[in-house]
């Protein structure tokens, strides 16, 4: 009679096989969760560098958008200045502006005018808001930092800090490092420059530059054309008349235009009811002939405008 009976496998070398106590495998998932601490901690500076760095682009993408770039030549036109300040005349309140036109700016368009009131149009320029302004990446509906934030626009005296929080998102107490703010300025300097416009006349005879010599109600002035001039706010072209004196050096300075292609044209009218405006009515006895003129920020721009 045959007997079964059960009997413990054993390893070749004769020695029991044994697995974790509970005690045991406690204290190894415990080192197990101590390394992965001390390596994630040891990859946040990496982490929060890349955070840092994106960041840095995109304010630095944002300035470039909001102010234009330097003048550039593009193969089928003339040299020109582009970004939201040359279309609309103005900064924007917020980041979106960027991305969706805001409803008090006009779509970009070409303006004509008649500045020697002959009724034909001899002025033609285009504004107007022609966004979007910037690129957002693969299923990105925003603009954001580093850290996942839309950058804060803040007025400073006549420009614009582009601002992101930081890591903590807020500017509360003295911070540093990756807490800190970040900052990138644009400067009223970064986008204005002022226009210099000397007047001459031509003399009949020798065909020579002279002063010009207005009398009785005759004045001196030249219509300008540009982005707001008038005081708008809606990024249309507007007719600006600067009044020039009729003695001394027979110039005008415009201040802190803005940058971007604008048109001049020096005129010398009969100003009947001496309110300095060209009026309905009256007539220009002298004209030069339309200046367009790229101005550059940050410089004095200088226009000769010879009265013919």
Known sequence: MSHSCCVKARPANGRSLRGLTLLELVVVLGILAMLSTVAVRSLEPIADQARFEA?????????????????????????????????????????????????????????????????????????????????????????????GREPLLSV??????????????????????????????????????DVVCRLFEIDALSGLRIDPSPTGTEQLGVLFYGVNAAGGTSGAVEEQLLIVPAS??????????????????????????????????????????????????AVDNRVEMELR
Request: proline fraction near 3%; avoid cysteine; charge should be negative.
């Open 55 to 147: 960041t840095q682009r995109v304010l630095n993408d944002l300035r470039v958008a909001i102010r234009g770039e330097a003048a550039r030549r593009f193969a089928t036109g003339p040299v020109v200045i582009q970004g939201f300040t040359a279309d609309t005349g103005q900064l924007p309140s917020d980041a979106d502006d960027l991305l969706t036109r805001p409803v008090s700016l006009i779509d970009h368009t070409i303006q004509n005018f008649d500045s020697d009131r002959d009724t034909v149009n001899d002025v033609t320029l285009s504004s107007g808001w022609q966004g979007p302004y910037l690129q957002l990446g693969a299923g990105q509906s925003q603009i954001v930092d580093g850290w």
């Open 248 to 297: 001394g050096s027979f110039d005008v300075r415009r201040s802190s235009t803005l940058h971007g292609t604008v048109a001049m044209r020096a005129i010398l009218w009969n100003d009947t009811d001496s309110d300095d405006a060209l009026d309905g009515g009256e007539t220009i006895v002298m004209k030069s002939y339309v200046h367009y003129w790229l101005v550059h920020p």
């Open 156 to 193: 400073n005296g006549g420009g614009l800090d582009l601002l992101s929080t930081g890591s903590d998102g807020d500017s509360i107490g003295n911070e540093s490092g990756y807490l800190a703010n970040v900052v990138v300025p644009i400067i009223a300097r970064d986008f204005r420059g």
